[in-house]
């Protein structure tokens, strides 16, 4: 009897225990719907308690806040049920409303609620009230844009992040956008970190007004030279609609949507020099990185190959960092190296993997040692240079079992005279010199080995001199912008296509930096080429054109087609002016 006594008690433990954990499973809050507001502007503060179970609730006692006036004590409440997986939830919400009074910080501190005969407590915050603007100075600005960058004095290479902002005021309805895809960033790597979702509105203060702001583009720019440097205005096409009052009679002819086109200011940067480093490889690496060295088989035989695999990981300027130099031990023979690069651009930053590939064939057997080495890496926050060590690594080769050997046993050579008469025949002996046949086959393998070497010597140099193979396929990278440009439908980034073909056998060329050239800078190392004048004029009109031509009225398919053709032809001629 007692026993099954217990059984029941212990039953009874084990459905009543988690319903009281329930009840205990109580939590209050308080925030405000604006945590910045101007003088005289009014603010709701809620006060919630959300659980799986309670009954009785305390109305909260607010205190007297400093800078804010209460209008009124009695709050309004409401409430709301949830079940979720099976689990009960009630949210019980408490609203007052504040007027603010006074410019300055407004500390909220504890606020006590009761709940069921015990009293918990809110979390402290804090407000922040601001001097109005006149409403008048600003009303004409019912919407405006602004390309807010991250740092304006960055160093070369340095990740600087832009935003491309759209303000507006709190009763005008964005019914679309449109942002100018032909914008350029002369002097800077570029990456857009846009997902393609919707831009998000938030409530925020912009000199003293109550304004709208939602974030329609955000880029990552890579300066990739030093001085002052400007971000040219992007254009922005703004669908928006004035929101009218309810059965006004006027709304109709009032309230109608229109279209504005919006342009931003040019934004100048001033770009400072890259800090030398100290010891250690230099990169040119700019940012956060974690950096590894490995060998894929440090043991090996004679023949074999061993791959070295440098792996860049992190946040920073991936594109513009230079391979790794390290030397070659004696007994190697360099082949074939190779880079990759994946960007992850999220998290409102650049971040991604840059890999590059060594690979080393074994010509003798021995103990070889790849060194140690250090590798400097800039960080634009602490603003100096770090170093990371990359440990040294033994690679042991031995003689390949494998390899066939040879040996020469002696045997006896027997002769034997022939019993019989040999007659003797007098045979002219030609001149070795005259033999036309044996000189050809003597010369034809000494041909072959030198096109070979040429060749395998051309091809090395297009794996190791990242200028060389720019300069040679030149003109199949032009060629692909060609291709693009007539391949697409839209008029104007066919023209943004034909100046990157224009620019980029230019920079290819002539050996400037593949990327962020003014159209200035391309034409004077055009000239500084040798270049005659009427083909640098020629550029210099057509880069003109392409860089106004988002402000034109849009042009035919037939006029794009003959532009085409003398945008190659023109290729042509460059490719001809910078023949070395």
Request: neutral net charge; contains cysteine.
């Amino acid at each position: 009897m007692r026993k099954i006594g217990d059984r029941l008690f212990g039953l009874m433990l084990w459905v009543l225990v988690p319903a009281a954990a329930m009840a205990q499973g109580i939590t209050v809050s308080a925030a405000t719907n604006e945590t910045t507001l101007m003088k005289g502007e009014r603010v709701a503060l809620n006060v919630t308690v959300s659980g799986g179970d309670f009954r009785n609730i305390g109305r909260p006692l607010v205190p007297e806040l400093p800078g804010l006036t209460l209008l009124s004590p009695q709050p309004s409440t409401s409430t709301s049920y949830s079940i979720v997986n099976g689990v009960s939830n009630r949210t019980y919400t408490y609203t007052y409303v504040y007027q603010a009074d006074r410019v300055g910080r407004v500390n909220v501190p504890p606020i006590p609620v009761t709940v069921d005969g015990t009293t918990y407590q809110t979390a402290p915050f804090t407000l922040t009230v601001a001097e109005a603007a006149e409403r008048e100075s600003r009303s004409t600005d019912e919407v405006f844009v602004r390309l807010e960058v991250s740092d304006r004095s960055p160093v070369v290479g340095q990740q600087v992040i832009t935003e491309l902002v759209l303000y507006f005021k709190p009763e005008i309805e964005i019914r679309g956008f449109q942002v100018d895809p032909a914008w350029r960033a002369d002097g800077f790597w570029s990456e857009s970190l846009t997902d393609g979702s919707n831009p998000t509105a938030e409530s925020v203060i912009v000199d003293g007004v109550r304004l709208r702001k939602a974030v329609l583009a955000r880029h990552a720019l890579f300066p990739n030279r030093a001085g002052d440097l400007t971000l040219s205005g992007r254009e922005v096409d703004v669908t928006l609609r004035a929101n009218v009052r309810y059965q006004d009679p006027f709304s109709t002819f009032f309230g109608g949507q229109r279209t504005e086109k919006i342009r931003t200011p040019d934004v100048r940067l001033q770009v400072r020099p890259l800090p030398a480093p100290g010891e250690g490889l230099d990169l040119n690496a700019v940012g956060r990185f974690r950096i590894t060295r490995t060998v894929s088989n440090p043991e090996i035989v004679t023949g074999e190959a061993v791959e070295i695999v440098t792996r860049i990981d992190g946040s920073g300027n991936l594109a513009l960092i230079s391979r790794p130099e390290y030397a070659l031990p004696d007994g190697f023979e360099r082949y074939q190296p190779s880079e990759d690069l994946e960007l992850r651009p999220g998290g409102g930053e650049v971040s991604g993997t840059r890999t590059f590939r060594d690979v080393w064939v074994a010509r003798s057997a021995g103990t070889y040692r790849l060194e140690a080495a250090a590798i400097a890496v800039y960080d634009p926050v602490a603003g100096r240079h770090g170093t990371i060590a990359l440990p040294a690594v033994d690679i042991v080769v031995s003689r390949d079992p494998s390899a066939g050997a040879t040996s020469v046993a002696e045997r006896p050579f027997v002769m034997a005279p022939v019993a019989a008469n040999t007659p003797w025949v007098a045979v002219a002996t030609p001149r070795v010199w005259a033999l036309w046949w044996l000189w050809a086959a003597a010369l034809v393998p000494v041909a072959a080995y030198v096109v070979a070497r040429q060749q395998r010597a051309r091809m090395d140099r297009l794996r190791t001199d990242h200028g060389y193979r720019r300069r040679v396929q030149a003109r199949n990278r032009a060629d692909a912008h060609l291709a693009a440009a007539e391949a697409t439908t839209d008029v104007k980034a066919a023209y943004t296509a034909l100046h990157a073909a224009v620019a980029g056998v230019i920079a290819d060329r002539i050996g400037l930096p593949e990327a962020g050239q003014a159209d200035a800078a391309l034409v004077g190392a055009l000239a500084g080429a040798g270049a005659d004048p009427a083909l640098t004029d020629a550029v210099a009109a057509f880069l003109e054109k392409c860089s106004t031509i988002r402000f034109a009225p849009v042009g035919t398919r037939e006029d794009l087609a003959r532009e085409t053709g003398e945008v190659r032809a023109l290729i042509i001629r460059i490719l001809q002016a910078t023949e070395a």
